[in-house]
């Protein structure tokens, strides 16, 4: 029997076993088959957050940004496009600090954008201030280098 990895589907939450030797890219969820990755960062709120961070496999990174930060909106394109270059190895949330206060108040939120990288449930690795799709890519290998 095949390793698998524990994935969870950004559209309803649910927790799905992948074959290792299955591309993960092109998996649907087996509860609302919708697919489980899209190409692009999921925004979640802070169930939903919890859930990928707690119950999946994959590192998580979280972009924590408001809808009136500049420095945000200039950085979501680069988010997105690390998101395409780094799915399905890495799970890509962004988290509205706006719609979240509590949750982002927990995590010691103190300026926006900031990026949080997660695995098997803890904090990795942390920065703030806006980036550029080769410098999120290389921010994200090489804290995840370091944490293996």
Known sequence: MSESRHIVCTACGAVNRVPADRPA?????????????????????????????????????????????????????????AAEALEPDVRFLKLNSDAEPELAGRLGIRGIPTLILYGRGAEIARTSGAMQTRQIVEWIGGRLAGAA
Do not use: S
């Not at 087996?30 to 692009?40: E, I, M, V, Y």
């Open 25 to 81: 890219g092109k998996a649907r969820c087996g509860t609302c088959r919708q697919p489980l990755f899209g190409g692009k960062p999921a925004e979640v709120d802070a169930a939903m957050f919890e859930r990928q961070v707690r119950r999946g496999d994959l590192p998580v990174v979280v972009d924590v940004w408001a809808p009136w930060c500049g420095p945000c909106h200039a950085m979501a394109p680069a988010y997105a496009a």
